[in-house]
Structures are given as C-alpha cells and as structure tokens.
C-alpha cells in the first residue's frame, strides 16, 4: 500500500547536481546531494555510473563536501573540488576511485576548475581578498583592514544573494601546477571572472568578466593569453554574458547573452576570434536552460545543448552556423544536469511524479535507460499524476489566447472536486519549474487530496519573446486575470470548487499578494520572500537597479509613479485574505523589508489573520537551498496554514474584487 508523502521525505531526497563525460569513457560521474539531518546541511558526494546501466558506486568520500566532478581529457584521471581540509580545493583521483591527493592550497579556496587540454595543469577561479577602502585599486603595500571592518559602497553592486557584501574580495583566474601546487594568477584588476573555458591547443582562456566603476553590474567576453598574460575584450554590445565554450578549431567561441540589461531571455551567439565579429545563431527559437550544457561536436558543425521550450526541456543540436535546430531528445518534463559523449546522451530528470535519477540515450534519442536508483523510496510513495493543460484567458490586450500549465494531483480516480493551490512562478521571465527540492509541499498536498496548478502565464519565458515582454509595465494587470481564468476553467469542470489558495515566491511572492489585494478568490495565501513595494525594491535589492527599469517598461531610467502603482504595497490593505508571509532575513535579492511592509500594513488594515515568519541566516533560496530544518519548518507552515483556512467560507467584502482584477490596466 503506498504511503503518503510527507515533509519528512525531504530527508531522504538525493539530488543529482554537476554531471560529466568524456569521449572513450564508458562511465558518468556526477554530484549527489543528500542531507545530513544531525549536523542540519546538505552534502555533496561523487558517483559514478555506468553509461550502458550496469551499475554505479559511490567514490571514496570524507567529512568534507566534493563537488564539480572533472574527468581529464585521457579520461585517465578525476579532478574535482572537496572541502575535506577546511576549505573548497581542487583534489586528483585516479579514474577508478582510488585515494585522492589535493593539489595545491588557494588561500581563500578554489570556485571552479578546468583541465588544460594536455591533462597536466588546470586553469580555476579562485577569490582574492582585497581592501575596499581602495576602491580598486592595488596598495604597495597592501594596507591593513580596520578593526571594525566597515562595508563601503562605491560601486553597484556592492552586495548579491548568498553572499552579502561583495567588495572585500574578488574572483580570479589562476594556473594551477598539478605536479608542484604552484599556482600563478592570470588576471588582475576591480572585477570578477566567472564562467571561463580553455582553448584546445591550451594556449587561451576565455573568461565572462564584470566591468568596472559604473558598468560593474554588465558582463563581457574575454580572451587572455595564458603564457604571456595579453587579454583581449571581444564583446562591447552585451549587458549579460555567460559560459564561453571553444569551438574544436578554436577558431570561435559561444557564450549565451542578452543585450539589454535586466532581459532574463538570453540567447545564444558566437564570436570569431581573429576578426571579432559576434552573431546570434538560432534567434529567438533557443533559450538555453543550462549555459554550461553547451558540448561542440568534433567538427565543429554543430552544437548540442538543452533548450527551454513550451516550460519543458530538449536536448537539441542546432547546426553552425545556419543554426536550424534538430531535437534530440524531449518529453513533458525537465532536466536537471546535462552531459554527453559522441554516442550518448546523459541528463536527470526534474518532475514532479519522478525523483532524481540519471538517465541516458543514444545520440537520436532512442534506447532511454534508467542509469542511477537513488532513491528507491519514491517508489513507496503515493503515485503522483502530472497533466499538461492548456487554458483559454484574457490577452490584457482585449482577446483571448490559449496558455499552459501543469496540474498535478494523486493518481486516483475521485468524484468530489479538489481543493486547489495556485502556485505562481517567480521570473516573471522564468517558467514553472519541476524539481522536487524547490516545492516539497506539492507531493504532501496532493497525497492529502489537493491538487496544485503551477501556470506559465503572460510574462513566461519559452513561449515566445512577445508573450514574455508583453507583461512589461503591466504586472500583476495581465497576468493575474489569466491565473483567474484558469481556475475558473477547473471550477466548472468541477475539477476543484471554492476551496483554492494562492502561494508564490520572489515574483511569485509579487503576484501572490498583489492577487489578494484584487479578487476574493482565494481562501489562503503564503507569500515568499516577494517584491511588495517596487519602490523600495529599486534601491535595497542586488539587482533591482538594473532589472526593475526594464520590467517597468521604463528602462534606462526607474519611474517611481508606475513603480507605486504597479506595487502590492497599495492595495494589500483591501486583503481579507489569510496571509503567511515567508522570508530569509538575509535576502538580498528580495530584501527582509520587502515582506515587512506588506505584514506590518495587512496586519494593521484589520482584522484579516496574518502572521511573519523570518528565517535568520537564509538568502533568498531558503525553500530550495536552505538549511534542512529552514525547508522542513518552511513547508510544514506552509501546509499548515493553507489546510486551517481553505476549509472557512470568504467573508462577503470586499465586493467586486474580481473586477479590480480584470479591469483595465492603470498604466498605458
């Protein structure tokens, strides 16, 4: 008899995170992450698995985390980071799993790392601890730090989500000598070097890099010369710019970007290296859910990679440079991790029936086979049923267009309607994701006989760029009357019936509490770490200076009029919804007081129940990436406090709330 899920089962969850292959290797090896409940973290180990599904095996492990498994290129060794000695260092293992040896010791740790395509040396990032009362600059000597350790601002950003203040280190590229531990900094300079990629004769790296002074919030493509120390800016037109993958010639590079600051939409483009000429290859057809799925085929022909289409994933080869796509590989569904091999692709999958586990298929995407069991618990549990459905709503233009969304439930046959959750997305220029970690509630509520609807209404990214830019300017105006219409659409099919809560976290969290200051239709609401006041957000959150222009449709500069108007700040007093508002008191990305003002102000309109709940210590990731006890308290009160108030009848006021939500927009 399947048992119910519960809260609990996130103990149990294991999760497939980095994943690598190489070519003439046999064997896949990723990270597993899986939670320590005694020490409350989450740790990271090694697997390998067999590509032809005959087994797999845990690599020798220690007290310490490893993380970003790296095969060499002989596929003769395995490189990867591990805490094991106190902080994050790059470690050599034999390929069968053998006793590892660390190489080297970066002071302040090492962030990520390549192999120099002859296998002997590596080219990694690693922080450099700098003084910030230099603005930047390089003391000779370096001056010592007061004792007070103030935090100067004298550029933006200054701060980021899961990291706090910024301006005391930065990120650099460095050459790591296998054999001695020597290691000889490759760049220098007020900015940060994130995703970087080695040449193929190993004479090159390219590198993203922040700007400097005012620009430090834009990303640029870099090349520097490994030996002689020469860089080379190779895009000026890109506000975002990530991952750089050498084509086998070395001849180009790819890179996903966005030309416009604050588009969460990027796309994929090529630069040639002796002439510099940058173009977009496959136009708006290929959002790139993961930039570092990017694999070059041998001859340079093509590229594969997985695509973010429709809310669902495909693995995709898309020629060079006429960039016509071929999918590979598709389904309703998502993929965690990505690699591949000239024969086989390999990838998790993220949905809501499936727990994590590896899976591969030939390069035609035929022969799908089950690689890893990590978690054979799921098995027990009730079986989960995933629809995809399509919904007939308003456009906020005056016409009607077809959306979709995911409806999950338990995979019984019942005669009665549902309680119903609205889960809405965070972005907005995201989608509805799959993954378990981000949404343990989901399973609980549906073996307790709810169903969830998780909607990829206007404003989704993967349907389209106008469907998407459309929702610029009109938050919360175009895309909460579709929300409406969806589950208005379920009621009269008496799939579910007056019992329908709302929840939603960063955007989600924007459009959960703005939903409540507009119709009555919900009986609950949980509000998560939200934009509530646009306002204030434009000054105290780690992007927001850049990003809330261009979602106001007022870019370069910030409007604060439609900023005030398009805030759930000014309507949250009309709420007679049951509000549980959720945050990490150390977001950056949607700062503490975002939720404060919202809680202080419904809290104050009346009588309408609400309560705060603030989570020291957690970032804005809390309910995915939190400490274990965070995600359990979080989605405990998350389902207690929808099951107390979805069952009570709405009080009668306030009247024709649900014509706020469809009337027309209050800016042009």
């Known amino acids: 008899m399947p048992q119910p899920f519960t809260v609990d089962d996130l103990y149990l969850h294991r999760k497939i995170g980095s994943l690598h292959c190489v070519a003439g290797l046999d064997r896949a090896v990723c990270s597993v992450s899986s939670i320590d409940r005694e020490g409350d973290a989450q740790r990271t180990f090694l697997w390998q698995f067999a590509l032809d599904g005959s087994g797999g095996a845990q690599l020798p492990c220690s007290a310490g985390t490893d993380s970003s498994p790296r095969w060499s290129p002989q596929g003769d060794r395995l490189a990867f980071l591990s805490s094991r000695g106190g902080s994050s260092q790059v470690h050599v293992a034999p390929v069968d799993g053998g006793s590892a040896e660390q190489v080297g010791q ?10 120099m395509p002859d296998g002997r040396d590596f080219v990694i990032t690693a922080a450099v601890t700098v003084d910030p009362d230099q603005r930047g600059r390089r003391a000779q000597p370096p001056t010592e730090r007061k004792r007070c350790k103030p935090e100067l601002a004298w550029r933006l950003p200054y701060k980021e989500d899961g990291i706090g203040y910024l301006l ?17 900094q490759l760049t220098d300079g007020p900015f940060d070097v994130f995703g970087f990629d080695v040449s193929p004769d190993g004479r090159q790296v390219a590198y993203t890099r922040t700007g400097e002074g005012r620009a ?21 037109a890109h506000a975002m710019v990530m991952q750089p993958t050498w084509s086998p010639d070395g001849r180009q590079i790819a890179f996903i970007g966005a030309i416009a600051e604050g588009d969460a939409e990027s796309r994929l483009w090529t630069v040639d290296i002796a002439s510099g000429q940058v173009d977009e290859l496959g136009g708006d057809d290929i959002d790139i859910a993961d930039p570092e799925s990017i694999h070059w085929a041998a001859d340079g022909a093509s590229m594969t990679f997985v695509r973010a289409t429709r809310g669902r994933h495909q693995v995709v080869s898309l020629s060079v440079p006429r960039g016509e796509p071929t999918v590979l590989a598709a389904g309703d569904r998502q993929l965690g991790a990505f690699a591949c091999t000239p024969d086989r692709l390999v990838y998790s999958v993220d949905h809501p029936a499936l727990p994590s586990e590896l899976w591969a298929c030939d390069r035609e995407g035929a022969g799908e086979i089950k690689l890893s069991d990590l978690n054979p618990w799921w098995a027990e549990r009730t079986p989960i049923k995933v629809e995809a459905r399509s919904f007939e709503v308003p456009t906020g233009r005056g016409g009607t ?17 549902r309680p119903l959750l609205s889960d809405m997305h965070g972005g907005p220029a995201a989608y509805a994701l799959l993954d378990y970690d981000s949404n343990v509630f989901w399973q609980v509520l549906c073996s307790r006989g709810w169903a969830v609807l998780a909607l990829n209404a206007v404003g989704s990214a993967t349907y389209g760029r106008e469907f998407c830019q459309r929702l610029a300017g009109h938050w919360g105006e175009y895309d909460l009357p579709q929300h409406l219409g969806a589950i208005r659409q379920l009621q009269a099919e008496g799939f579910c019936d007056e019992r329908v809560a709302v929840s939603g976290k960063s955007y989600g969290g924007y459009l959960s509490s703005w939903a409540t200051g507009h119709t009555d239709l919900f009986r609950a609401a949980v509000v998560m770490a939200p934009v509530g006041n646009i306002e204030t957000h434009y000054g105290t959150s780690d992007g927001g200076f850049y990003a809330d222009p261009y979602y106001l449709n007022s870019k370069p500069r910030f409007d604060r009029r439609i900023a005030r108007e398009l805030s759930p700040l000014q309507y949250i007093e009309q709420s007679t919804t049951p509000t549980l508002f959720l945050q990490g008191k150390d977001d950056e990305r949607c700062p503490k007081c975002q939720s404060e003002e919202l809680f202080v102000s419904l809290y104050r309109a ?31 009160r998350i ?27 209050a800016v042009a």
């Open 639 to 665: 389902l207690e406090w929808l099951e107390r108030f979805v069952g009570e009848p709405r009080p009668a006021e306030p009247a024709a709330a649900d014509d706020r939500a469809e009337s027309e927009p």
């Open 168 to 184: 005391q280190r930065q990120i650099h590229l460095f050459r790591l000598d296998r054999a001695t531990g020597a290691h000889r």
């Open 216 to 236: 430090a919030y834009r990303y640029d493509l870099w090349v520097g010369d490994i030996e002689h120390g020469t860089h080379r800016r190779l895009t000026t």
């Open 106 to 115: 970066l002071p302040a740790g090492v962030m990520n790392l390549r192999w």
């Open 401 to 417: 267009e077809q959306i979709e969304g995911w409806l999950l439930h338990a995979d019984v046959e019942v005669d009665r309607p």
């Open 606 to 636: 009346g009588e309408t129940p609400t309560e705060l709940v603030l989570y020291p210590g957690e970032g804005h990731s809390f309910l995915g990436t939190g400490r274990p006890s965070c995600r359990e308290d979080a989605s405990e």
